[in-house]
């Protein structure tokens, strides 16, 4: 259904099996071999650093209301950020696997999880869970925990590199983390609070001013045609869509006082691009890939994220910033016009 020609090979399966019933196991021994405490503490700054320019463009918001901004700014102090693993391992002592024994394996694995969820019925909420393993090349915000979720291994090349300038790093991880806050303010996580409750805490008028906004990106969205006569989905989209636009902004600026701090860097060229080229094509880079047409056509009625080559090219061709960095004119493609430019957090 998906036109993938032939089941994958057997080690990719029994690996998938293992990260699916095992997968907090495994990632005990993936930390323990890639993932150095040192790259924990500077992704731990950046965080800061984003957090801090988040508020500034909150504050500078001139669409919303001082209210309003002051729930959204106490919301952002409450984000719990999460980082590479959990503080806790999971105990998986009752849990029998043997070397010949696949669908016991996968039966003991499957009834041990069961019996996990089912002891947290009537327990407070555990905000220190984690909803993806280590190894996972991914990242999410929880709305109804209000926690950014940073696996180790999205902390790696492109996305975080220690060795790598700071230009390269927020066009990567920092436009990551960046997006993963702004969920806290998209269509749908703007209906939870500092808590995690499904509270309104906007006025009527934010709240129609916001909509404005995000009806321009639905319809940027919805005019993208990654295969012929089939559009993408801009309003089942928007969320992510918003998280883009609202990441790489906010990476974009706490790149600006990354380099004030480290000048020698500002004004140096690497491998011939400025510090704002860099940025701009290392958030590219991060949305490399590839999907069999069939696939995508499945993904464009069923994924709230927008095909990667969109990704790429749809929140920067909303940045003055992207096209001063490429001198970009009037008219050329990456290059919405006012009243089309998109602007929300
Ligand atoms: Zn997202």
Redesign the pocket.
């Known amino acids: 259904m998906q036109g993938q020609q032939q089941q994958r090979p057997r080690e990719n399966r029994a690996v998938r099996a293992l990260d699916n019933d095992l997968g907090e196991a495994v990632g005990e021994l993936y930390v323990a071999r890639y993932f150095p405490a040192s790259s924990k503490q500077q992704v731990s700054e950046l965080v800061e650093n984003l957090r801090a320019t988040y508020a500034q463009r909150i504050g500078k918001l001139t669409w919303m209301s001082a209210a309003t901004k002051k729930v959204a700014l106490e919301k952002l102090a409450a984000f719990h950020p999460k980082l590479g693993y959990p503080d806790k391992w999971r105990d998986w002592t009752g849990v029998t696997i043997s070397p010949d024994n696949y669908y016991g394996n996968l039966l003991a694995a499957t009834q041990f999880d069961y019996n996990y969820d089912i002891a947290k019925v009537g327990k407070p909420t555990d905000r220190l869970e984690w909803g993806m393993t280590p190894q996972t090349v991914n990242a999410?915000?929880n709305p109804t925990d209000n926690t950014i979720n940073f696996p180790a291994a999205i902390l790696q090349p492109p996305f975080f590199d220690a060795k790598a300038d700071d230009a390269t790093n927020y066009g990567g991880i920092g436009a990551v983390i960046g997006?993963?806050a702004s969920?806290g303010y998209d269509d749908e996580g703007s209906q939870f609070d500092a808590q995690g409750n499904n509270v309104n805490w906007w006025s009527k008028d934010d709240r129609t001013k916001f909509e404005a906004r995000t009806a321009k990106l639905v319809a940027q969205f919805n005019a993208y045609e990654p295969l012929p006569g089939k559009h993408v989905n801009g309003q089942l989209t928007l969320?992510?869509n918003i998280?883009d636009l609202g990441g790489i902004n906010v990476a974009y600026d706490a790149l600006q006082i990354a380099l004030k701090k480290n000048p020698a860097e500002a004004t140096e060229k690497i491998d011939g691009y400025t510090e704002d080229q860099r940025f701009f094509l290392n958030f590219a880079r991060i949305w490399r890939g590839s999907t069999l047409p069939k696939r995508q056509e499945v993904l464009l009625n069923t994924d709230p994220?927008a095909p990667a080559q969109f990704r790429a090219i749809g929140a920067p061709s909303n940045m003055p910033a992207f096209a001063d960095a490429f001198k970009c004119k009037a008219g050329d493609a990456m290059v919405r016009d006012a009243e089309h430019q998109v602007n929300i957090w």
Do not use: P, R, S
């Open positions: 999410y915000y997006h993963e969920h969320g992510e998280a994220h």
